[in-house]
C-alpha cells in the first residue's frame, strides 16, 4: 500500500510537469517522461508508469469528450453539442465525433465519467427491460 | 392474451422519453469476486453498481485512483474493459409479511421456486441502529420452549443473547426448537383471536452453511407447520463471499420491517464465525490492512452495528421488538477467541454449549455455571419465576456436591437430599431435539420437581415419568395450564388443583 | 326332739324290720358329712370356683361373639360400599377414556381434513404460479419479439432525413453539466 502511494505520489508530479499552458496533457512532454523512466530499472518504473497510464486516462477523460452519432449529420451535431459544451463547462472541451450505426438514431456523449445518450437504441433497450 | 397486450401497451405508455445521464467506470482488474474499476467519479460508499448481464455489485473501497467493488453474482460473465454503471441507490432488500415463508438470498431474491415475492416496500440493508430514546427495557419473555434455557437463562424480546459452543454440540437445534415454539405459540394465540396476543414472526439467516444443512432445515420447519412464521434467508457456503457479508444484514433489515411496525420479530443468525471469515476474505482482497487472526480492523464494528439493530422500541415507536440469537462455534472450547470475545461483549448474555455433556447424554448440553442471561427475571411469566426461581442455586450446589456422591453411605441428610434432588434436575431438564414445551407445561413440571413429587421416581426413569406427567397435563389437567396460560399466575386455588392432579398422576405411574 | 324320739320309737320296730342299723347309720352319716365337708372344702370349692370362671368365660365369649358379629357385619357393608365406590369410579374413568377416545378421534379426523385441505390447497398455488410462470414467459417472449421487430423496423425504415433530425433534437435538448 505505501509503495502504491509512493507511486502516485511520483505519478502525480510527472502528470502535473507535462500539463501545457492550455491543461491539455503535452504528448511531447510525456514522451522525454518516458524517455527518462526508461533509463531506470524496470521494477521501479512500472508502478509509476501503471499510476501514471490510469492518471493520464482521467486527465484526459476530462477534456476531451467523445460522441458517437447514429446519423449521418456529424458536423451539424458536433457544432452544436460543441457550442452547448462550451456554454456549460468552464474550460475548453475538445470533442471527438464518429458514427455509429448501431444507435438507430440520437447520440451518445462522454466526457468524463459521465455519459450522456439519447438515442432509438437505448429507448428500445429501455422498453424491452420494461417489459421483462 | 389480452391481458398480455394490455400490460404491454401500459409499459410502452409509462416509458419515459428523457435523455439519460449516468456516471461509469471501466474495469481494470478483476479477481476474485472483487472488481478494481477505473471511473465512477460520483460513486457513494456502499452504493449498488451494476456490471454487464445485469450481475449487481457494492462499492466498498473508495480509493483516489480507483474504486474496489465486490461482485453480487456470477463473475465468469465479466472480463476487463467492461463498462460499469452506478445506480444512485444504496443496496436495499423486499421487506414485509410476504416474505413469511419464502427462502431467498442474501439480497432477497426468491429461491424456492414460489414465485415473485409480492411487496412493494424495501429497506436499505445497511441501516443506524435505533438511539437511546427510541428504546424501552426489555420485559415480554421470549418462550424458547427449552426447560433448560427458560428456567435458568430466560430470553426476552428484544435481547440478544449469543448462543456459543464448539460444532456438533447442539447450537442449531436450540435455535430451531426456538422457532418452532414460536409457531406453535403462535399458532394457539392467533386461534384464540385473543387482542392483546402478539405473535412472534422469525427470521433464520444460513452463512456459510451446507446447502444439505439448509435444506434440513427447511424441511424440519415444514413438517412441523413452522415455515408459515419463518424467512429463511441463505447464503450458503458456495455463494460468493460478497453474498456471505450481505446476509445477516438482509435478515437484520427484513427484522427491523417488524419491528417499526408495531410486531415482534426473532433473528437467528447461524453462524457470525463463518460471516467473519467472509468478511476477512473480501477485506484482504480488497488490501484493507488487516490485524489480530488476520481479521480486518473494523471486526468489531461488524458485528456490534448489526446486533445494536435488535432492540425493544417503546410505546411511540410501535413497542416492537427484534429478539437476536447469534451463534459461534468456538475452537475446543476457547471463549476467549477472538471473534467469540467480541460478539460475547456486545451481545446481553450467552448460552454456552459444551461438549462434555452433550457426550455425557445432556442435551442440551447447557453449561449453566458459564451461560448467563443479563435480562433474567424480568422475562419470565410470575408463575414461572415462582418455581424456577431456586434451581439454577440448587444445580449449583448439585455441581459443588457431586464430587462427594461417591461417599454416599457416609453423608448426613441434606446433603444427601441436595444430590438427590440435584440428580432428578438434571434428568428433568434432558429434552430430545425439535420438541419444545410450551412454558404452562414447564410451569407444572418444576412445580412438581420443587414439591417434591419426583423424590421417589428413581433417576434412571425421571425422563420417562416427564413424558406421562406431560401426556397427563395435556389430557387430564388442561385447564390447570390454560389458566397458567391466561394469566401468567399460579393463584392459591389454582395451585391445589395442580397439587391434587399430581397426586393423581403420581398413582397412575404406580 | 320329742318329735324326733316318738318319730323313732314308732318306726324303730319298721327301721329294725328293714334292717337300718341306726347308729351305723349315724357313723355313716358322720362320715358323709366328714367326707361332704372335705370335699366342699378342698375340692367342690375349686371346682365351683373354676365352674364359675368358666361361666364367665363363656359369658364373655358370647358377649365378645355378639360385638365381632356386628364389627363382621359393620365390615361387610364398608367392603360393599367400597366396591360400589370402586365401581363406580371404574365406571366414570371408563367414560372419560370413552370421552376422549370420541375427542382424539374426532381430532384426527379434523386434522386428516385439514390436512386434504392443505394438499389441494398446496395442489391449486402451485398450479396457479405454474400458469403466472407461463404467462410471465409468453409476456416475455412476445416482449422481445416486438422489441426486435421494432429495433429492425426503425433501423430499415427509418429514412435519414429523420434520423439526423431526431438527433439534432436530442441534441439541442440534452442539459450538460459538469
Known sequence: MAKHRKSLKVAKALLFSSINREGRVDEQKIKEILIELRKQPRSKTLPILKALLSLVRQKIRSYEGHVEIGSSNIDKVSDILSQNLSDSFNSKIDLLSSTNNSLISGFRLRIGDDVYEDSLLQRINRLQKALT | ?510 | MIILASLTDIPAGIIEKFGVDLPLLIAQAINFLLVAFLIWKFAFKKILSTIKEREKKIAESLKNADRIKLELDETEKKQKETLEEASIKAKNTVTVAQEQAKSYIEAQKEEARKQADDIIHKARSSMELERQRVLKDAKDEIASLVVLATSRVLERELKEEEKSRFTETAVKEIKLSS
Open chain 2, 1 to 510: 392474451m389480452s391481458s398480455i397486450t394490455d400490460l404491454i401497451r401500459k409499459e410502452i405508455e409509462d416509458l419515459s422519453i428523457d435523455a439519460t445521464r449516468t456516471n461509469v467506470g471501466t474495469i481494470i482488474t478483476l479477481a476474485d469476486g472483487v472488481a478494481r474499476v477505473e471511473g465512477l467519479s460520483n460513486v457513494m460508499f456502499n452504493e449498488m453498481v451494476e456490471f454487464p448481464n445485469n450481475v449487481l455489485g457494492i462499492a466498498l473501497n473508495l480509493e483516489e485512483d480507483s474504486v474496489g467493488c465486490v461482485i453480487l453474482g456470477e463473475t465468469s460473465s465479466l472480463k476487463e474493459g467492461d463498462e460499469v454503471k452506478t445506480t444512485g441507490k444504496l443496496l436495499s432488500v423486499p421487506v414485509g409479511k410476504a416474505l413469511l415463508g419464502r427462502v431467498v438470498d442474501a439480497v432477497g431474491r426468491p429461491i424456492d421456486e414460489k414465485g415473485a415475492i409480492d411487496t412493494d416496500t424495501t429497506y436499505p440493508v445497511e441501516r443506524i441502529a435505533p438511539g437511546i430514546i427510541p428504546r424501552k427495557s426489555v420485559s415480554q419473555p421470549l418462550q424458547t420452549g427449552i426447560m433448560a434455557v427458560d428456567s435458568m437463562i430466560p430470553i426476552g424480546r428484544g435481547q440478544r443473547e449469543l448462543i456459543i459452543g464448539d460444532r456438533s454440540t447442539g447450537k442449531t437445534t436450540i435455535a430451531i426448537d426456538t422457532i418452532i415454539n414460536q409457531a406453535k405459540i403462535n399458532k394457539k394465540g392467533l386461534d384464540s383471536k385473543d387482542k392483546d396476543f402478539r405473535p412472534v414472526y422469525c427470521i433464520y439467516v444460513a452463512v456459510g452453511q451446507k446447502n444439505s444443512n439448509i435444506a434440513r432445515t427447511v424441511k424440519v420447519l415444514d413438517k412441523v407447520g413452522a415455515l408459515e412464521y419463518v424467512t429463511i434467508v441463505s447464503a450458503p457456503a458456495a455463494d460468493n463471499p460478497a453474498n456471505q457479508y450481505l446476509a445477516p444484514y438482509s435478515g437484520c433489515a427484513m427484522g427491523e420491517w417488524f419491528m417499526e411496525n408495531g410486531m415482534d420479530a426473532l433473528i437467528v443468525y447461524d453462524d457470525l464465525s463463518k460471516h467473519a471469515v467472509a468478511y476477512r476474505q473480501i477485506s484482504l482482497i480488497l488490501k484493507r490492512p488487516s490485524g489480530r487472526e488476520a481479521y480486518p480492523g473494523d471486526v468489531f464494528y461488524l458485528h456490534s452495528r448489526l446486533l445494536e439493530r435488535s432492540a425493544r422500541l417503546n410505546e411511540d415507536n410501535g413497542n416492537g421488538s427484534l429478539t437476536a440469537l447469534p451463534i459461534i462455534e468456538t475452537q475446543m472450547g476457547d471463549v476467549s477467541g477472538y471473534i467469540p470475545t467480541n460478539v460475547i461483549s456486545i451481545t446481553d448474555g450467552q448460552i454456552f454449549l459444551e461438549t462434555d455433556l452433550f457426550n455425557k447424554g445432556i442435551r442440551p448440553a447447557v453449561s449453566v455455571g458459564l451461560s448467563v442471561s443479563r435480562v433474567g427475571s424480568a422475562a419470565q411469566i410470575k408463575a414461572y419465576k415462582k418455581v424456577a426461581g431456586k434451581v439454577k442455586l440448587e444445580l449449583a450446589q448439585f455441581r459443588e456436591l457431586a464430587a462427594f456422591s461417591q461417599f454416599e453411605s457416609d453423608l448426613d441428610a441434606a446433603t444427601k437430599a441436595r444430590l438427590e434432588r440435584g440428580a432428578r434436575i438434571v434428568e428433568m431438564f434432558k429434552q430430545s431435539a425439535y420438541n419444545p414445551i410450551l412454558v404452562e407445561v414447564q410451569t407444572a413440571i418444576m412445580w412438581a420437581i420443587q414439591n417434591d413429587f419426583f423424590d421417589s421416581i428413581e433417576v434412571s426413569k425421571i425422563t420417562e415419568s416427564v413424558e406421562s406427567l406431560k401426556d397427563y397435563l395435556a389430557t387430564q389437567a388442561s385447564e390447570i395450564c390454560e389458566e397458567i396460560y391466561r394469566s401468567g399466575k399460579l393463584e392459591k386455588e389454582n395451585e391445589d388443583k395442580l397439587r391434587s392432579s399430581m397426586e393423581d398422576w403420581k398413582r397412575t405411574l404406580s
